[in-house]
């Protein structure tokens, strides 16, 4: 079993829809972040989380650190959302403080 | 400079030799990150620097694979006696302190190993 846990990994939607995209994983972390990829290659940092909730425009992004689980939302979803989201963590303690485990990521498509 | 940049975007290299892959991250940011992402797979932690800090290594694949920073400027990535196995998309981000802190990434250098 993975460390890091997205699911789906395939999500496709309607413009307007509602989504969400989950990450579920085992350590104790000090830190996760959500980050978003687009065709292309290019990685964008869509927040840093290590408790509750932060919101930037239409994203939400919870984290539930008992139940060591996160989510991010997007309300009214737009085609240009469409892209790959990957959920990594930073494990807490230990010596390899650079070190970051991701998910697979969640293909994400939205239709016009 | 506004962003982390990465040269070269693209490297075609033949197996066995040697290649540098270079990032200038962000003026000011104190640490540094080296990933790779080989095809319809995931990103995969190499090497981290903070400051004048000891790198950490951990990620790193083989021998083959070394990195060196400037102080708190350039990094490259060197792999000796490239192996197909190597290619992949090589990524490059900075954060302003490290550990907890946003991350920003660079593009990205497309290695090809024939």
């Known amino acids: 079993k993975n460390e890091v846990e997205q699911s789906p990994q395939n999500l496709t939607a309607q413009e307007g829809e509602f989504i969400t995209i989950n990450c579920s994983y085992s350590?104790?972390?000090?830190?996760l972040h959500w980050l978003q990829q687009h065709p292309g290659g290019g990685i964008v940092s869509l927040f840093m989380?290590?408790?509750g909730k932060k919101k930037h425009g239409r994203l939400i992004a919870t984290i539930n650190i008992q139940e060591k689980h996160s989510s991010l939302h997007i309300t009214a979803s737009h085609p240009r959302d469409s892209a790959v989201y990957i959920c990594?963590?930073?494990?807490?303690?230990?010596?390899?403080?650079?070190?970051?485990?991701f998910g697979q990521g969640t293909i994400l498509t939205v239709h016009p | 400079g506004a962003g982390v940049s990465q040269s070269p975007s693209n490297k075609v290299t033949e197996k066995g030799k040697d290649v540098e892959l270079r990032c200038d991250p962000i003026?000011?940011?104190?640490?540094l990150y080296w990933y790779r992402q080989r095809l319809g797979q995931g990103l995969e932690f190499l090497i981290y620097?903070?400051?004048?800090?000891?790198?950490?290594k951990s990620g790193l694949p083989s021998d083959r694979f070394s990195a060196e920073r400037t102080g708190e400027s350039v990094s490259t990535l060197t792999i000796q006696r490239t192996q197909q196995e190597d290619s992949a998309v090589y990524l490059c981000?900075?954060?302003?302190?490290?550990?907890?802190?946003?991350?920003?990434f660079g593009s990205g250098t497309q290695l090809s190993v024939l």
């Open positions: 981000a900075s954060s302003l302190r490290g550990r907890d802190e946003k991350l920003f």
């Open positions: 350590v104790g972390i000090s830190a």
């Open positions: 989380l290590s408790s």
């Open positions: 990594a963590v930073r494990s807490k303690g230990g010596t390899s403080y650079g070190k970051l485990t």
């Open positions: 003026s000011g940011h104190t640490a």
């Open positions: 620097f903070q400051g004048n800090s000891a790198p950490d």
